[in-house]
């Protein structure tokens, strides 16, 4: 009978949930809108039944267990903790929750950054690489720190939160209370941010002046810079300069052999990563120059959030055994 891992990605506006096999192949998808759940308790059941639905689909597999991939999720205690970007605020105990609907099964829950990293050591390039680090570049920044093989939790479970150290003293506000974090200038949300003050301040034309600012998406901004418009470049640039900045510490702290960039701004490929590796040679250290890969994700986009979180039941299970 097949072995089967269910992979759950929680974000801020959809849920998504796959049932993966070993190796990584996807038996079945589907997903939830989280924002449509106001209450943690719904939430959970509706997943559960999602869940109970798409077994009797499949049929015939053995499943082994199911992993969670979540804003501040703490492998330590099960909970998510004090998530900005989710609709439930506070400590919420997910695993207990969850493991209420499948008492027979183990229930694991991550940080959905670390998940990010264990899809990669497990299904993507840097497959049995001991030292790397992912970097989500998404709604706000996420990361995930492999360290000699393991995923770095610190002594807490709440280790690795590159997108909350501050890059400019008295910056922009952050959605965690503080001013000047990495997240506020190298997300996509920092990235539209940019985009809309850039804007108004420059007075050359520029195809980005033709959309009207309540629509303009990340997206935009790379089509303006395949065209060379010189506001779009500005805009990559800048924040190409802030991300350069903070990669240059984290490498004196880790040294990492790969980077991995992943998330929405990360699609936008050379725009980002040709600036990215210029100024990351000016503000690295000299001993660490040359040494560290800047690389995009090779994972399928539709299924990458999920693999990691199958891939984290793979590994905890493995642990125990």
């Keep these: 009978m097949n072995k089967v891992a269910v992979g759950i990605d929680i974000g801020g506006t959809n849920t998504f949930i796959g049932f993966l096999d070993e190796n990584g192949k996807v038996l079945s998808k589907s997903h939830l809108i989280t924002q449509e759940y106001r209450l943690i308790s719904d939430f959970i059941s509706a997943l559960s039944f999602n869940i109970k639905d798409q077994i009797k689909l499949l049929g015939q597999v053995n499943i082994e267990g199911i992993g969670i991939g979540a804003p501040n999720g703490n492998i330590l205690n099960g909970c998510i903790e004090n998530a900005p970007n989710i609709p439930w605020k506070g400590r919420l105990p997910l695993v207990k929750l969850f493991s209420s609907f499948f008492p027979d099964l183990p229930v694991f829950l991550t940080n959905d950054a670390n998940a990010a990293a264990l899809g990669e050591m497990s299904f993507g390039k840097v497959k049995g690489l001991k030292d790397f680090v992912v970097v989500t570049l998404g709604t706000g920044v996420g990361s995930g720190f492999v360290v000699n093989g393991e995923i770095m939790y610190g002594h807490d479970g709440l280790a690795g939160e590159l997108g909350h150290t501050i890059i400019e003293e008295n910056g922009r506000l952050c959605g965690c ?39 303009l998406m990340a997206e935009d901004v790379s089509i303006a810079a395949e065209n060379q418009d010189e506001l779009a470049l500005s805009i990559f640039d800048f924040t190409a300069k802030k991300l350069a900045f903070s990669l240059a510490n984290l490498i004196a702290i880790t040294s990492p052999k790969e980077i991995i960039l992943y998330g929405g701004l990360a699609n936008a490929g050379d725009h980002l990563i040709r600036p990215t590796l210029s100024y990351l040679d000016d503000y690295t250290l000299n001993v660490f120059k040359g040494k560290v890969k800047i690389n995009t994700s090779t994972l399928n986009n539709n299924h990458a959030a999920i693999l990691g979180a199958s891939a984290l039941v793979w590994q905890e299970l493995k642990k125990k055994n």
């Design 177 to 215: 209370g503080r001013k000047g974090c990495m997240e506020t200038y190298t997300s996509a949300t920092g990235f539209l941010k940019t985009t809309k003050e850039y804007l108004k301040s420059f007075a050359g034309k520029s195809l980005l002046k033709q959309i009207p600012v309540t629509d």
